[in-house]
């Protein structure tokens, strides 16, 4: 019987701290990588929380690269080609115009 689709995944979150490579890494020449889409979409600033990335030609070494008010740039865990995981740091005196709430844009650096 073959395994479920998601038993990847399970390993990967296991708690093993042994970082997994992947078999078979996209063809440079099919571009840089792409950025479809970051979840969740709504986080707080008072503590870190972990983002899933998801989008095409993800690989090793590329960096989440936020724009203001963030301005920070975030090393991803690859899970596989299209999914990679980013963790947002707590930023405790974070105001933005008196405001509680505020917008940055999100895009794939790499190495």
């Known amino acids: 019987m ?4 998601f038993a990847g995944l399970a390993s ?3 708690g093993s701290r042994t970082p997994r490579t992947l078999s078979q890494p996209p063809p440079k020449s099919c571009g840089p990588p792409r950025l479809d889409a970051v979840g969740p979409r709504i986080v707080s600033n008072q503590t870190a ?3 899933m990335l998801y989008g095409e030609r993800f690989a090793e070494g590329m960096k989440l690269r936020l724009g203001p008010p963030y301005s ?5 865990a690859l899970v596989d080609h299209s999914h990679a995981t980013a963790l947002l740091p707590a930023i405790k ?13 999100a895009k794939l650096v790499t190495a």
């Not at 073959?2 to 689709?5: D, E, F, L, S, Y």
């Not at 005196?93 to 844009?105: H, I, K, L, M, W």
């Open 2 to 5: 073959q395994a479920p689709a």
């Open 12 to 14: 990967a979150l296991n």
């Open 49 to 51: 929380y972990p983002v």
């Open 72 to 76: 920070a740039e975030l090393p991803c």
């Open 93 to 105: 005196a974070f105001a933005v115009g008196g405001t509680s709430e505020a917008a940055a844009t």
